[in-house]
């Protein structure tokens, strides 16, 4: 008997009892369904949560030479920019109230000097890139200096310092605090007062803090401030951890009930059916082709379930904004159909078992 | 039609007792069926008329003793093995003929392809003949329920015949017939029987009894 011919009679039989089929159907629909609609859209929420954990802002990790000793120099960046955990470090000056040059007693704005490379911290917009003291403009400063075009210059208050404006930028995250003024390049010489380093993962911050630290070699730790992300990541990986565990829970209370009420319409199927499963022994189906009977039989409803739900919980999810992962939704639909099958073979072992004889006799 | 004439059917000391039953039937039964003939089991209620046909189509195994094809004995093989044989060298007809109500009367017919191993396509043919030579050739895309029982028995006949098995088993088929339908049945039987089948019919009823060419009487 050749299981090619076997399963297309199952699935004509499977079309020919359209209610135990359809009972499956739908059970394996609710059940799909079910699960997209509540772990997939935690799922899609685990996803967002995670994708904004791991934004740049949640990877900084901020040192500070708050006694002024100057420790945080331009080789002293270069390496922290160099370590294998970090994506980018930059060292910012402490920002300086600059104006118009060319208007007196215009409206000031804090200037920032970088120390390092500039491209880790801004995005040049118009211009081009500064050299040793010049420096860039972002837009929203441009109108207060009184800016038509980011070209000019900017002077300190009492006009101690100055600098060529040669461009416009805009500040590449997590630095967006730079939008409000301008970028100047200082002397490489110069010490920065903060060392802002973005690490390439949350979970990597307190490698990275115990790097950077031991870089500095400073004896004294009440010379430094850090401000780490050591404790978002934590907290990351908690909330993940709560999001993925309460999933998984849950998408296995919803396949294991789904998959025990299949295994009931089974059961029935199997006793309604009994005389048409004896007819078959009869004429000469062995008890693995019974087997394979019932089990591919409620395979087809389990598939013909998954797949409404699968478009219908796709559809749903989108309009609220909540569509999973279509990875998601396709593992679903398989459990769903595995789920399926397996809760009728136990059903099918007993059909296949049961005395053919007694249903085919007529008292 | 031919048939495999090494394909004899026989029972030696057969005895069978269904479980938890203390009363054995048969009482050790040793038999030849003939090919080419019609023979009639019969024999008074409960003494296993019916009961020796499933254990001839081995669906019910002996207590002791064996059941024979071509000599060699096969009620002790592996459930696969026993199937096979019932696929390719049985044939049964019910004595409520016992098609499946979801499909066409075709469909019911060329079934037993499905476990013998025939393609579809070869046995649709030989379907469509078998049904047209017992009157029921316009019915094929009926429904078991759109044909009356005299026509559902025939078509059940067909089916048994489908695969062209040398041994064809009988329970009761005039069982649910009036006269005119009993002899149709019967006579398709017959014909079967003549083109060289080996025909085991159960039956009590004198009409069958009187047109079998050999009686065990259990």
């Not at chain 1, 461009?167 to 995250?173: C, I, L, Q």
């Not at chain 1, 499963?277 to 693995?288: C, E, F, I, K, M």
């Not at chain 2, 489908?162 to 398709?188: K, M, S, W």
Request: proline content about 5%; aromatic content about 4%; some cysteine.
């Amino acid at each position: 008997m050749k299981v090619g011919v076997l399963v297309r009679e199952a699935v004509r039989s499977a079309t020919a009892s359209r209610v135990p089929t359809t009972l499956v159907a739908v059970l394996v629909a609710a059940m799909c369904l079910t699960t997209v609609l509540t772990v997939g859209r935690a799922a899609a929420a685990q996803q967002q949560v995670q994708h904004r954990l791991e934004e740049a802002g949640s990877r900084l990790l901020e040192v500070a030479d708050v006694r002024g000793h100057g420790f945080l120099t331009s080789s002293v960046i270069d390496q922290a920019g160099g370590l294998s955990t970090v994506e980018r470090a930059v060292g910012l000056a402490v920002p300086r109230d600059v104006t118009n040059a060319a208007v007196a007693g215009g409206h000031p704005v804090p200037a920032w000097g970088v120390i390092g490379d500039l491209t880790d911290a801004v995005e040049l917009v118009s211009g081009r890139w500064p050299g040793p003291g010049e420096g860039l403009v972002a837009a929203g400063a441009q109108d207060r200096l009184g800016l038509d075009v980011p070209v000019g210059a900017v002077v300190t208050p009492h006009g101690a310092d100055g600098w060529a404006v040669v461009g416009s930028y805009r500040a590449r995250a997590p630095f967006t605090q730079l939008n409000a003024g301008l970028v100047v390049v200082t002397g490489s010489d110069t010490p920065a007062h903060t060392l802002e380093v973005v690490t390439t993962d949350a979970a990597m911050a307190d490698l990275t803090q115990a790097a950077v630290v031991s870089l500095l070699a400073r004896s004294d730790p009440a010379d430094l401030s850090i401000v780490s992300p050591t404790t978002l990541a934590d907290l990351q990986g908690a909330v993940v951890g709560d999001l993925a565990r309460y999933n998984r829970t849950l998408l296995l209370a919803v396949m294991a009930a789904g998959a025990v009420l299949v295994g009931v319409v089974a059961a029935a199927d199997v006793l309604v059916r009994r005389r048409d499963l004896g007819r078959r022994r009869a004429l000469g189906a062995p008890r693995w082709a019974i087997t394979v009977l019932v089990v591919v039989r409620a395979t087809c409803g389990g598939v013909l379930g998954a797949l409404v739900a699968s478009a219908l919980g796709l559809v749903l999810t989108s309009r609220v904004g909540q569509a999973p992962p279509l990875e998601f939704v396709a593992g679903t639909a398989i459990l769903g159909v595995m789920a399926a099958a397996v809760s009728s073979v136990l059903p099918a072992i007993v059909a296949a078992r049961q005395d053919p004889v007694r249903v085919l006799r007529t008292p | 039609m031919t048939s495999d004439p090494a394909a004899g059917l026989a029972v030696r000391d057969l005895t069978f007792a269904y479980p938890r039953s203390t009363e054995e039937l048969f009482g050790g039964l040793t038999h030849t069926f003939t090919p080419g003939a019609v023979t009639a089991v019969t024999g008074p209620s409960g003494r296993g008329k019916s009961t020796l046909l499933y254990v001839l189509g081995l669906m019910l195994r002996p207590r002791r003793g064996a059941v024979l094809f071509g000599g060699v004995r096969v009620d002790d093989r592996s459930d696969a093995h026993r199937s096979a044989v019932r696929a390719r060298q049985l044939g049964f007809v019910f004595q409520d003929a016992v098609l499946d109500p979801t499909r066409t009367v075709l469909d019911s017919v060329i079934e037993p392809a499905l476990y013998s191993g025939a393609r579809a396509t070869d046995v649709r043919v030989r379907a469509h003949t078998l049904l047209d030579e017992l009157g029921v050739g316009t019915r094929a895309e009926h429904r078991p329920g759109e044909i009356s029982g005299g026509q559902a028995q025939r078509v059940a006949i067909a089916r048994a015949l489908l695969v062209d098995p040398p041994v064809i088993l009988a329970d009761e088929p005039t069982g649910n017939l009036d006269h005119d339908n009993a002899a149709t049945v019967l006579d398709a039987l017959r014909r079967a029987a003549d083109s060289g089948r080996t025909v085991v019919i159960a039956t009590h009823d004198p009409f069958v009894l009187g047109r079998a060419d050999e009686v065990l009487a259990l």
